[in-house]
Structure formats: C-alpha cells, structure tokens
C-alpha cells in the first residue's frame, strides 16, 4: 500500500501562487507516475498534471502554462506550483499515484487539501 500526504492549500487571491507537496510513504517500490487531480463543488474531478518517475510530464488543459509538476524521488515527494490563480481554480486538490505512466485511473488517493482563490 501507498499513502500519500498532501500539503500547502489554503487562501490566496486572484493573481497569486501557491505550491502544494505530496509525500508518498509505503510501498514507494511500486509507483511510477505521481500526480494531481481537482474536485470543484458541483463538478467532477480533473486532471491536473502528472509526472513519471523518470520525469515524463503532462498537463490538463486548464492548467497548461500556469501549473508546474516536479518530483524529488530521493524524498519520495511530488509538487505542483500553480501560478496565475483564478477562482475557478477554487476546488479540493488530491495527489495520486499509481504503477504505471499514466494517471487515467490513479489506484492511490490522497486526503486532499482545500485551496481557495479569492476575488
């Protein structure tokens, strides 16, 4: 099993930047691509951004030029630095983690961390 713990959220205006952390612990062994995923009220989870264990990334349009994906694999750890925030970026953000290169369906879910981006 793969637990991973989420952090950094919180309130940030319109315009600012926030980087949120992902710790995995566990059976690290067995992960390949780590990730990020958004949950908005109302709305169905999307795909933020991934990132191999060799560094292979990928991005959700809505994302695309203002979120950045890194990885330190010697601390087990993935991140995401998310500039240019709207309120539209307001959701529940999750990292994930799975086996293989792609997070289409993560088997590993993080808690999640609320971020809010005020107008």
């Known amino acids: 099993q793969v637990q991973l713990a989420e952090s950094g959220g919180g309130l940030v205006q319109v315009g600012g930047s926030l980087r949120l952390s992902c710790a995995a612990s566990?059976?690290?062994?067995?992960?390949?691509?780590m990730g990020w995923y958004r949950q908005a009220p109302g709305k169905q989870r999307e795909f933020l951004a991934r990132?191999?264990?060799?560094?292979?990334?990928a991005y959700g349009d809505s994302v695309k030029g203002r979120f950045t994906i890194a990885r330190d694999n010697n601390k087990n750890t993935v991140y995401v630095q998310m500039n240019g925030l709207k309120p539209e970026d307001t959701a529940v953000y999750y990292c994930?983690?799975?086996?293989?290169?792609?997070?289409?369906?993560?088997?590993?879910w993080g808690q999640g961390t609320q971020v809010t981006v005020s107008s």
């Open positions: 990132i191999t264990r060799v560094g292979f990334t």
């Open positions: 994930v983690a799975g086996p293989g290169s792609g997070l289409a369906t993560p088997k590993y």
């Open positions: 566990g059976s690290i062994e067995s992960i390949n691509a």
